[in-house]
């Protein structure tokens, strides 16, 4: 009979357990049944349509017979750029005969101001070269002195730039002034 009484209690208390759980499954599934079907009800069923896709109209390049922006002028266009044009200030242009200073080989993008070393006579600015083979050298330079591609004169050296007077070409066969700068750690 023990045998009997333990397969009751053991099926009654299946039942209630199981009772039990189906009662919670109840409850929580209603409520996560509603959570569903209001994010459902939130999200928006259709997709935005395709951007238009406009056709490609291919470009052709007609620049062929002009000189190109890298390369070195020919001595014949660079006489011509030389000469006055009629209208032209006539004291503004760059000297061909002039010495070339070793900082005039790189533009100002390629340089950097890193520093000042003065005394009573004068400031001198440090220069240091950011590209090609001298790439982390550093120059001293001072008032007077040329640097830039642009026949650059320096004018001032300050503690935080120094200003230079470059000679540019106009495009009107012209030669006009442009101050330039080149500020310190920049």
Not at 93 to 121: C, H, T
């Amino acid at each position: 009979m023990s045998n009997q009484k333990t397969k009751f209690a053991t099926l009654l208390g299946a039942s209630l357990l199981l009772g039990t759980l189906t009662g919670c499954q109840d409850a929580g599934l209603s409520e996560l049944q509603a959570e569903v079907q209001k994010i459902k009800s939130e999200t928006p069923t259709s997709v935005p349509p395709i951007p238009e896709v406009k056709p490609y109209e291919p470009f052709t390049y007609a620049a062929n017979d002009l000189r190109s922006p890298f390369a070195q002028l020919d001595p014949e266009f660079e006489t011509r750029l030389l000469q006055i044009e009629e209208g032209c200030e006539t004291d503004i242009q760059p000297d061909p005969n002039r010495r070339k200073f070793e900082l005039e080989k790189f533009g100002l993008d390629a340089l950097q101001y890193v520093g000042l070393i003065s005394n009573r006579r004068e400031h001198r600015g440090l220069i240091k070269i950011l590209n090609g083979e001298s790439a982390g050298v550093i120059q001293s330079i001072h008032v007077g002195e040329y640097m830039g591609l642009n026949d650059g004169k320096i004018t001032k050296i300050d503690s935080d730039q120094i200003t230079i007077e470059a000679i540019v070409p106009n495009g009107r066969g012209c030669w006009e002034n442009r101050t330039q700068y080149l500020v310190l750690g920049q």
